[in-house]
Every structure is written in C-alpha cells, then in structure tokens.
C-alpha cells in the first residue's frame, strides 16, 4: 500500500516511502498526511536548491520502524508509543508501517531488503527471533541477519487462580497439585508459548501430574479461570484488568522482577524456579549497520523510554516497561533459544529448531 | 453495568463524532449494496474489513454493523422496483412488493417496508440488550463440553434449516470444517496440510475466502444474466401507507418481527431464512392467501420485518457465546479477531464500548435508516441505471484490493481468486456457499473443544453426558437428525397402506 513517491537518479536514498492514507488516521491524531504533504514538497524544492551532494548529521529525514502485526495489537501500540516519544528526541519524524504476515517474519524479512542505513528499522517480539524461527523456516538467522538497537517493552506474565480459590500461594496449590495428581487442570496460552514453558517448569521441579488444556489466548484462558473450568491459568496481559477488579489472585508474575503494577506478588526466581518471560518487544536492524548510527539510535530510544509520555503510553495498553541495551538483548536471544529449544522438544512440538539460529 | 447505564454509556460512544461518521457511512454504503443487486452484505463486509484496520475497533465494527443493517433496508427498494433482490434477504419481496409497485402502490409498499423495518429492528434492538448481559453471565459456565455440544447443535440447525438440498449442506458444512484445519494445529502446536508452504502455517484467512465466495462468485454469477431489469417507470408518491393499509400489515409485522428474532438468535436460521418463513406463514393464517403474489401488503410487511429482526437478534449468539449464528456475523466475528478482540462472554465487562457502543449506534442506525431511506430512493433509482461494464469490474478491483490488504499477501489474491471461482461453481451445482463459511469459522472452535473436553475428561466422552446443558443440546441434535428418517419411513408406510 505504499506509494514511492519519487526518487532522485542520483540521490539514491531519497526514495521514500510514505503511508497510504486510512480514513481513521483523521481520528487517532496520525500526521501522515502533513508527513506526506511535506516529503513531496521537499523532493520537488530540495534537488533544486542543492545539486551537490550534502549529508547532514544522520537522522537528516523520517524514519520508518516496520512492524509485523497489524495494528492495534500489543506489538503495534507498543512500537507507536515508542517511536512518538522518540521522533522529539532525534528531531525527526518516526513513522511505523504494518508488514503482517507469517506470524512476524515477513516484517523481519522485508528489513533485511532495505539500505542498512538506519533509515529503516523494525519493531518485533523477541518470540518471532527465537520461538517461531524454530517452528518455522525463516528467511534469515536469528542471531547474525540483525543487529538489536534495544529491548523496550514485555507484556504482564503471571499465574492466576479464580478470587473464591482455596490456594493463597503458589506454594499452596503446588503442595495441592502433589497430593492430588491428575485432578488439578490448567490454561495457557496454548502448547510451545511462554506461559506454558513457565508451568512446565514449576511441575518439573516438584514431579507434578496435571492436566494441561491449552487455549488459543490469554482472554480464552481467562474465560475458563472464571467459569471453573480450570483451577488457574498462565496468561499474559489480559490478566491486569482482571486482577485489579478482584475477579482473579495472582500468585506469581513470570518475569526477572515484580511488577510495577503489583509489587507484593514474587516472581517466579524468588519463589525457586529458574524462569522467566522470554517475549520481549525489540527494535532491531540488519546487522551491517554503521555502527555509529546504531549507537546513535539506541541513545535516542534508551532516552525515550524514560519519557513520562512513553510510561503512560505503555501503562494504558498493560504492557510493562524493560530497558535492555544491544549487547544484553543480543545475549538475551541466545539464552532463551536455548530454554526455548529445550521445552519446545520435551513437548513434542518440534523435533528439531527449523532454522539454524546463526 | 445493567441494561439502562449501558445504554446511556453506550449512546456517549455512539455520538462521538467518528463514530456517528462510520455508523452513517455504514448504513449508506449498506443501503447501497443492498440496493445493488451485484453484491449483498457479506461481500461488502469482506471486502471493506481491511479498510477498518485503523479505525478503533468499536468504530470499526460499528461501521460493520450499519452495512448489514442497511443492507437489509435498501434490498427492499429493488425488489419492489424492478422485481430483482437487491440480496438474498428480500427475495420474498419481490412476490407481492413488485406486484403492487404494477398497482400503482411503489409508496405504500416501499413505505411498508422501511417502517416494518425499522419496527422489527428496534424490537430485537431491545432483546439484544437485555438478553446479553444475563446470556454473557450464564455463558461463563459453558465450558469446553457445553461449547462443543451447542456448536454440534449449530451445525445440525444449520443443515436442518438449509434452503436447498440437506446432503449438499452437510457436505458444505464438512468441507468448511476440513479447509479450517489448515494451519498449526490449536492443541499440539503440529503442522497439518499445509505442505511446507510457509503461507499456510496459519490457515486460510477468512476474508479472502468470503471475498472469493460472495464478491467475486456473485459477480462471475451474474456475467451469465444478459437480461437487464426494467425499472419500473412509476411516480412514487405516498410513502405512507393509508389507514386500512397499516390495519391490514399490522398483524403482518408483529409475526414478522417475532419470527425474525427467533431466528436470528439460532445457528444458521438469520435473516434470509426468516424471510422465507414469515412469509410463508402470512400466506397460510392470511384470510385471503389467493392475494398473495397479486400485491398483498402483508406479503412484503412480513418478510421486510423478519429480516431486519433477524439481523439485530443475531448479534446477541455472537456477543455474548462467541458463536456466529451466520454468515454475515462469521465475518463480522473474523472482523473482532484481527482487531485482536475475541467475542465471548468476557467482552462485555472487557470491552464494554464495543458492546454497548455497536448497540446504541445500532438504534441509531436504524432511525437514520428510516429518515433516510425514503427521501433517497430516487437516487437509488439512479444508482440502479449504472451499466453492469462499470459496476462488475469495479466491484472484482474492490474484491482484489481487499484480498491483498488485509495481509499485504499475494498468496491470498490466490486464494480469493480460487475461491471465486470454487464459489462460481458451487452455484452452478446449486451447493449454498453458507454453510461452507460457517463450518469454516466454526470449525476450529468445534474441534477445539471436543479436544479440550476429552483432555479433561482424559479421554472418556462421559463428560458429555455427565453435564446437563451438554446432555440436553446433544439430544436436540439426535431429534433433528432422527425427525427427517421417521418422516421419510412414515411416509412410506402411508404409501404402502
């Protein structure tokens, strides 16, 4: 849907492209056609008043941060949040174009095609990195195809039971779990994601024998909490609202620190297990990108996702805050493929990871 | 949130400014396919889903929702017109509403038709309403065996209930459910018939596939027609019907609304079969049926008003079960998935502005509809004269464009396209596409639960039995398989005597 504009013969990186334009835009304060309006006024004026070449301080025009979802969805939000607190501080505008398609991996895909100039970006979970690349053959390597600019956001993770349960703790319902094998039943999010990872991992500890029924969301599984269909459930984000209406308790967040939204409620580490969420919102580029403008943006966004606008941003669509750096996202991928790799055999899922991850 | 302060929280999301844009802009692009007799609701709800991707979500559906419900308006002005159905939902109104449009009394029947309309619709406004709340909160307890017994009982109605031949509906319905098994599978995470092809791992989507099956297959359908309907060179005065007219069409409505919105709430019944039955049973209470298909009022009342009932009613399955009772809320129900909302019995607590934000602009809708609809039928008209060289290949570019950009994916241009032609060719063999979609969108939700039942049971199909709104669902299924056997040996036995 997108329309090159124009391009310059001898400017090469003045093709741009610009978003179509979408009726809602008009309503959710989207400047896309203000964008639109001035990237052409500016690729008619500016080859007439500079025929030699000057290259401002990178970023001299937009940047654009692909996303492989559609939007609306959580990967979306979080990336708009992100990239409007971040145009203030490079001083340019950051325009996030939707790519959907093969559970994320297009998007990636459709990076590594574009210059490496930092121009082009793009937003994705870290699952598509390393938990869909090993279902699914991907057109490029988990490790080595990017370099990852920053690790920004990760939705809420944790374990639920119904308001009116019996167990107060995880310890409570663990300690139940093992006087009565093969009586407690619970939710995930379905066979190979995270929230099931979690619950493998509690039960291998301890040698639990419990009923697994897999759903296709968090808001299924939640569905099935309430109706007494299954003694607790691992979800994630969708549990906030439910847990600040006291409709459900939360007994554990699965994350390496507590929640801000629920300071009282341990992690799963403290409680014992080695596990936490490996879906991370990043922002990454192809790996052959000049290293100072990598550095460059990873200031920038670091920068941004301190912004109070940023915070309220992230807090109105139940996704939680993260800050990892490039190095400490890039040793965070490879740690969880591993954890990843592991469980996804031990499940039957896949036999063997689908891509090599470098 | 009861009934009253959801409304009124539902009318201050309606009359936001966006929103009464989209609901208006949905009612007119609905009374306009309805008008038009190349495509009818689904296939406008298809190929205008993609373009609601940046709209908030209640926005997005409320727009929906005002096509389907002008739809069933502007297909009215058609029938009566020319005597084609706009769309498949006013094809009873041809009999009686051309036949009077001949009399001389195009008002009076166009006019019975947008109050009937509007009447009905309002009526199963208000049961939507208050049905939703208590329905969501009993649905709470339906888990994986009651889901699985109530869609199995969906099925049955919607092969029970199936216009044309059962046995095709059947073998619709199983082709639907088949083609759903594309893609990951929902328990174990494990391929299944996608071939490798990356394209596949997540199924077919359900747009292209209803673009292909009810925008493109309707066009390619009609390229056979040569014959260009005569519109009926009327003075259209009177748009209200006199006193003995409404006398005699009261009763009409009242029946035609109580039909339409018991049907609209059963799987695979909607709005066109409940046009089919109330007019059906005007004919046979009616003390003068031999005026019927002569320009009985009664006649396009009746079915005028089962249909709009049939469209409000039929939210009220989808909003608070889950379950689309029919083709046109399948697509709707794909329309709140990809806008990463699952309906079900959580959403009205979860996503209160959606369902009560759709509900109020839905009443709105409807008094939009009644206003303007009259004074627009002259431009309807003109609308009607377009040459089908223009109106076809616009409407095949909107079916291609809205293949595309729901994935930006070529693949699906494929699939719209084979399915365009697959739908082409069901119609030529006199197979309905209905039930192929609704096992296609029910269908995983089918199997999912049969497997999650049998996980907790680990494994015994006791658990069927043991549950009291399984049990009975399952026995309403076995009367509905057994009635059609037992006539059929009754039958013959008669015969033999």
Known sequence: MDKIIDSHPEAPYTSRRVKYFHPGDMFVKNNHWLIAAIAAWMLVVIPLISTGEVRAAYPDRSIIILVGFVPGGSMDLSARALAKSAEKILGQPVIIENKPGGTGTVALAALLSQKPDGYTLCGTPSSVLIRVSQFQKVPFKPFTSFKPIIGFAEPQLGIVVKKDAPWKTLKDLVADAAKHPGKIKYATTGVGSTTQAAVDEIAAGHKLQMIHIPYKGSMEALTAVLGGHVEFASLTSELIPSVKAGQTRLLAVISEKRSPKFLDVPTLKELGYNFANDAVFAIVAPSDIDLAIAKKIEEAFAAATKSREYLDALDKINMLPVYYDGKAFDAFLRYHWKVINKNLKSTGAIKEAATLPE | ?497
Request: net charge positive; charged share 10%; hydrophobic share 55%.
């Open chain 2, 1 to 497: 949130m009861d009934a009253l302060n959801g409304l009124f929280y539902g009318f201050s999301v309606a009359f936001e400014f966006h929103n009464l844009l989209l609901m208006f802009a949905g009612c007119l692009l609905g009374t306009l396919v309805g008008v038009l007799p190349g495509i009818g609701p689904v296939g406008a709800i298809s190929i205008l889903l993609p373009l609601t991707f940046q709209l908030p979500t209640a926005g997005a559906i409320i727009m929906l929702a005002g096509i389907y419900n002008g739809a069933m308006y502007g297909g009215s002005t058609t029938s009566i017109l020319i005597n084609v159905p706009g769309e498949t939902a006013s094809v009873m109104t041809c009999l009686d509403g051309y036949a009077m449009a001949r009399k001389g009394q195009a008002g009076a029947a166009l006019g019975i038709a947008v109050f009937g309309s509007f009447i009905a619709g309002t009526v199963g406004l208000i049961g939507l309403q208050l049905i939703a709340g208590p329905l969501s909160t009993l649905a709470l307890k339906f888990g994986p065996p009651e889901y699985f017994a109530i869609i199995l009982l969906g099925f049955t109605f919607i092969v029970y209930l199936a216009q044309r031949s059962m046995n095709k509906a059947v073998l619709m319905a199983l082709t639907g459910i088949t083609l759903s098994l594309i893609g990951l599978d929902p328990i174990t995470s494990q391929q299944r018939l996608t071939f490798g092809n990356i394209n596949l791992f997540e199924g077919l989507g359900v747009a292209p596939v209803a673009i292909g099956l009810f925008g493109l297959a309707e066009v390619l359908g009609n390229l056979e027609k040569t014959a260009s309907a005569k519109i009926l060179n009327v003075k259209i005065k009177n748009m209200f019907p006199d006193k003995s007219q409404w006398l005699q069409a009261k009763w009409a409505i009242v029946r035609g609304t109580v039909i339409g919105f018991f049907l609209g709430i059963l799987p695979g019944g909607g709005p066109v079969l409940s046009t089919f039955i109330s007019y059906g049973v005007e004919k046979r209470v009616s003390k003068h049926p031999e005026q019927f298909g002569q320009g009985a009022i009664e006649g396009v009342a009746a079915p005028e008003s089962a249909n709009n009932a049939a469209a409000s009613t039929s939210f009220i399955p989808l909003m608070t079960l889950g379950i689309p009772p029919n083709v046109v809320l399948a697509v709707l129900f794909g329309a709140f998935l990809i806008h990463g909302i699952t309906p079900g019995p959580m959403m009205m607590t979860q996503h209160p502005e959606i369902f009560w934000g759709v509900l109020a602009s839905m009443y709105l809708g409807n008094v939009i509809l009644l206003i303007l609809n009259l004074p627009l039928i002259p431009l309807w008209v003109q609308i009607l004269r377009i040459p089908d060289k223009i109106l076809y290949p616009l409407i095949i570019l909107f079916c291609l464009v809205g293949a595309y950009s729901i994935n930006n994916s070529v693949f699906d241009i494929g699939v719209m396209v084979l399915f365009g032609i697959i739908g082409y060719l069901l119609k030529k063999f006199d197979f309905e596409a209905a039930p192929l979609i609704l096992g296609f969108v029910l269908g995983p939700m089918f199997e999912v639960n049969l497997r999650r039942s049998l996980l907790m049971s680990q494994g015994s199909f006791g658990i069927f039995v043991e549950r009291p709104i399984a049990i009975v669902a399952l026995i309403i299924c076995v009367i509905l398989i057994t009635l059609p056997i037992y006539q059929a040996i009754r039958n013959k036995y008669i015969v033999k005597r």
